[in-house]
């Protein structure tokens, strides 16, 4: 016995048993055989192509780049060419290009022996990346039509390099130095550490004696592309074994005069001389006799702090021609020389190209016994002397200011004292002779000063000459010039 289904709505069952479709039914079904006819013989005629690029990871300037672009057809190959795409996509340069046809390459570039290497069909290599190889590159590929040989069917696939660059160079100075400073006058103190060749910009950041300094962000103004950094206004770290130690404060008050003053030092008026009375100005007095070859000057007294620095932090980032970031970085404090005079200070670069950061590192100090050059060092009469500063015991930042006087008299010129790393005396008179000059260097963190003694000799050839023109005069009138003069 066969069960017998109830029919739907719109549905019936004609004699032999079989359900009947609606009128409307049988065209769709028609139109969509149609249709996946249609869509057969297309897809006959044409085929299918499609390209994809492996995506590529960030690489080093230097590293070896493979570029790999994989398709799928089954269609025959026509050609495969490769783009390197810029100004924005404007310009699309041709890098390599493989002909199936003729089974030949053709590279586009300058030198394709270096620049880049068929492996395969889809893939170019390119060794010894640099900047400018860094943006998009399209792979383009071809198959001919089924149809007819005449028409060619593309598709492309697109990658993005992005090539890193490591700084190449990294240097810590200290800003608008040399320059006069006040002694008993605490001032701001300001460290750039630049950082060049870095693409992406790097981070660059400053520690104390190997300590990280905690820093209070700004924006300098007049520059719009600063990164004050994510970490924001921060308090002011204690400082690490920079306490003012027993050695200095016995040594600060040892300066000091009975009254409890600063005593006068050398370098507090380098434009005076001490001249005693009843003596001439230009002879050494018995006071200038006692001067050591070497004073050393470190007191500050009114710039000893009572609270703990406060470091302030700026950072500008500065385009470059070649697509790198120029990055300065500023560290600004009021300086003290009781703790800062030997600290270390250090600026480090982090990079995602660098498995380390960079590092440099300067250590603050005040100078100490420089060493004087006179040359010529047997000087005569008539004779130019050059004093120059040969350098000193150690090792000094930030760059001193060198000033040079007389003492107990100005300078040959006139002048009360003279700027610069060399003294330059011209046709010395005899009368300099014994003279003493004084150098002295300061910088922030301190000073110094040296003396030297000049002698001048007399000179045989400059006596000839006098002779010889007092002869001349003898002869001319018929009397001695000494007779004259009697």
């Given at each position: 016995?066969?069960?017998?289904?109830?029919?739907?709505?719109?549905q019936h069952v004609n004699a032999d048993g079989v359900w009947d479709l609606p009128p409307n039914m049988g065209k769709m079904s028609v139109l969509s055989l149609w249709f996946l006819l249609c869509a057969d013989l297309l897809d006959l005629t044409v085929g299918y192509l499609t390209v994809t690029i492996e995506p590529l990871p960030p690489v080093v300037v230097g590293e070896?780049?493979?570029?790999?672009?994989?398709?799928?057809?089954?269609?025959?190959?026509?050609?495969?060419?490769?783009?390197?795409?810029?100004?924005?996509?404007?310009?699309?340069?041709?890098?390599?290009?493989?002909?199936?046809?003729?089974?030949t390459n053709y590279s586009h570039m300058e030198d394709y022996r270096r620049r880049e290497d068929l492996v395969y069909q889809s893939t170019v290599r390119l060794p010894e990346v640099r900047i400018s190889d860094n943006g998009p590159y399209e792979c383009h590929v071809g198959i001919y039509d089924r149809a007819t040989r005449e028409k060619v069917v593309l598709a492309s696939?697109?990658?993005?390099?992005?090539?890193?660059?490591?700084?190449?160079?990294?240097?810590?100075?200290?800003?608008?130095?040399?320059?006069?400073?006040?002694?008993?006058?605490?001032?701001?103190?300001?460290?750039?550490?630049?950082?060049?060749?870095?693409?992406?910009?790097?981070?660059?950041?400053?520690?104390?004696?190997?300590?990280?300094?905690?820093?209070?962000?700004?924006?300098?103004?007049?520059?719009?592309?600063?990164?004050?950094?994510?970490?924001?206004?921060?308090?002011?770290?204690?400082?690490?074994?920079?306490?003012?130690?027993?050695?200095?404060?016995?040594?600060?008050?040892?300066?000091?005069?009975?009254?409890?003053?600063?005593?006068?030092?050398?370098?507090?008026?380098?434009?005076?001389?001490?001249?005693?009375?009843?003596?001439?100005?230009?002879?050494?007095?018995?006071?200038?006799?006692?001067?050591?070859?070497?004073?050393?000057?470190?007191?500050?007294?009114?710039?000893?702090?009572?609270?703990?620095?406060?470091?302030?932090?700026?950072?500008?980032?500065?385009?470059?021609?070649?697509?790198?970031?120029?990055?300065?970085?500023?560290?600004?404090?009021?300086?003290?020389?009781?703790?800062?005079?030997?600290?270390?200070?250090?600026?480090?670069?982090?990079?995602?190209?660098?498995?380390?950061?960079?590092?440099?590192?300067?250590?603050?100090?005040?100078?100490?016994?420089?060493?004087?050059?006179?040359?010529?060092?047997?000087?005569?009469?008539?004779?130019?002397?050059?004093?120059?500063?040969?350098?000193?015991?150690?090792?000094?930042?930030?760059?001193?200011?060198?000033?040079?006087?007389?003492?107990?008299?100005?300078?040959?010129?006139?002048?009360?004292?003279?700027?610069?790393?060399?003294?330059?005396?011209?046709?010395?008179?005899?009368?300099?002779?014994?003279?003493?000059?004084?150098?002295?260097?300061?910088?922030?963190?301190?000073?110094?000063?040296?003396?030297?003694?000049?002698?001048?000799?007399?000179?045989?050839?400059?006596?000839?000459?006098?002779?010889?023109?007092?002869?001349?005069?003898?002869?001319?009138?018929?009397?001695?010039?000494?007779?004259?003069?009697?």
């Amino acid at each position: 016995m066969v069960g017998i289904t109830q029919p739907r709505p719109g549905q019936h069952v004609n004699a032999d048993g079989v359900w009947d479709l609606p009128p409307n039914m049988g065209k769709m079904s028609v139109l969509s055989l149609w249709f996946l006819l249609c869509a057969d013989l297309l897809d006959l005629t044409v085929g299918y192509l499609t390209v994809t690029i492996e995506p590529l990871p960030p690489v080093v300037v230097g590293e070896t780049v493979t570029l790999k672009c994989n398709f799928k057809t089954d269609g025959r190959l026509r050609e495969i060419v490769w783009y390197r795409v810029t100004e924005g996509g404007t310009i699309k340069q041709k890098i390599f290009t493989y002909d199936a046809m003729f089974n030949t390459n053709y590279s586009h570039m300058e030198d394709y022996r270096r620049r880049e290497d068929l492996v395969y069909q889809s893939t170019v290599r390119l060794p010894e990346v640099r900047i400018s190889d860094n943006g998009p590159y399209e792979c383009h590929v071809g198959i001919y039509d089924r149809a007819t040989r005449e028409k060619v069917v593309l598709a492309s696939g697109n990658v993005f390099l992005t090539v890193m660059s490591p700084p190449n160079n990294i240097s810590v100075l200290a800003e608008n130095t040399p320059a006069p400073f006040s002694r008993y006058q605490a001032q701001n103190f300001t460290l750039v550490c630049t950082a060049k060749g870095g693409k992406p910009a790097p981070t660059v950041y400053f520690k104390r004696d190997g300590e990280l300094i905690e820093v209070i962000s700004y924006v300098q103004p007049g520059y719009g592309d600063e990164s004050g950094g994510s970490a924001g206004v921060r308090g002011a770290r204690p400082l690490i074994s920079r306490d003012l130690d027993d050695t200095k404060l016995q040594k600060s008050l040892s300066l000091l005069g009975p009254d409890g003053r600063p005593g006068r030092l050398y370098t507090e008026s380098p434009g005076r001389g001490y001249h005693t009375p009843g003596q001439p100005a230009n002879e050494p007095s018995p006071a200038t006799e006692a001067i050591p070859e070497t004073v050393v000057s470190r007191e500050f007294p009114r710039w000893v702090q009572t609270t703990d620095p406060l470091y302030y932090f700026s950072n500008t980032h500065i385009p470059q021609s070649d697509g790198s970031v120029l990055v300065q970085a500023k560290l600004t404090w009021t300086l003290n020389p009781q703790l800062d005079n030997d600290a270390l200070f250090s600026c480090e670069v982090k990079h995602p190209a660098l498995s380390m950061p960079m590092q440099t590192e300067v250590t603050l100090a005040a100078p100490k016994g420089p060493k004087l050059l006179m040359t010529p060092a047997r000087a005569k009469v008539g004779d130019t002397v050059r004093i120059t500063v040969q350098g000193f015991q150690n090792e000094v930042f930030p760059e001193p200011l060198f000033t040079w006087t007389r003492v107990g008299g100005r300078l040959l010129d006139g002048s009360t004292e003279r700027a610069g790393k060399e003294l330059v005396l011209e046709r010395v008179p005899a009368e300099l002779n014994g003279s003493m000059y004084r150098c002295t260097a300061q910088n922030p963190l301190g000073s110094t000063d040296t003396h030297t003694r000049l002698i001048v000799f007399e000179n045989p050839s400059m006596m000839k000459n006098t002779q010889n023109q007092n002869s001349k005069y003898e002869s001319l009138w018929g009397f001695s010039v000494r007779e004259f003069l009697v």
